[in-house]
């Protein structure tokens, strides 16, 4: 099983800059792929960017410019700074680690999600 724990949340003004991190703990295989994702109301749940062990970074068209995803392998740690906010960018942003097993099975896990709220 996999733990993760979202924070650095809020309310933040249009143009502002949030951080958010996730914290990993528990059976971490040493090739995954960590991502943030975020959930407006009545939208689907959709990928803002995610960072592969193997390297890689994707991000979303609507992200790409201001938001930077990071991770920081020795604490088990994802990051994702948040420039240039827009009220687009309101919703629940989750955290997700995707790994597989050594018999191919897929594995998912998500945090709880962290409220982001931009207001003008």
């Known amino acids: 099983q996999v733990q993760l724990v979202e924070s650095g949340g809020g309310l933040v003004q249009t143009g502002g800059s949030l951080r958010l991190s996730c914290a990993a703990s528990?059976?971490?295989?040493?090739?995954?792929?960590m991502g943030w994702y975020r959930q407006a109301p009545g939208k689907e749940r959709e990928l803002v960017a995610r960072s592969s062990t193997v390297g890689g970074t994707d991000y979303a068209d609507s992200v790409k410019g201001r938001f930077t995803i990071s991770r920081e392998y020795a604490k088990n740690t994802m990051y994702l700074q948040m420039n240039s906010l827009n009220a687009e960018d309101t919703a629940v942003y989750y955290c997700?680690?995707?790994?597989?097993?050594?018999?191919?099975?897929?594995?998912?896990?998500w945090g709880q999600g962290t409220q982001v709220t931009v207001s003008s």
């Open positions: 528990g059976s971490i295989f040493s090739i995954n792929v």
């Open positions: 997700n680690l995707a790994q597989n097993t050594l018999y191919g099975a897929k594995l998912s896990y």
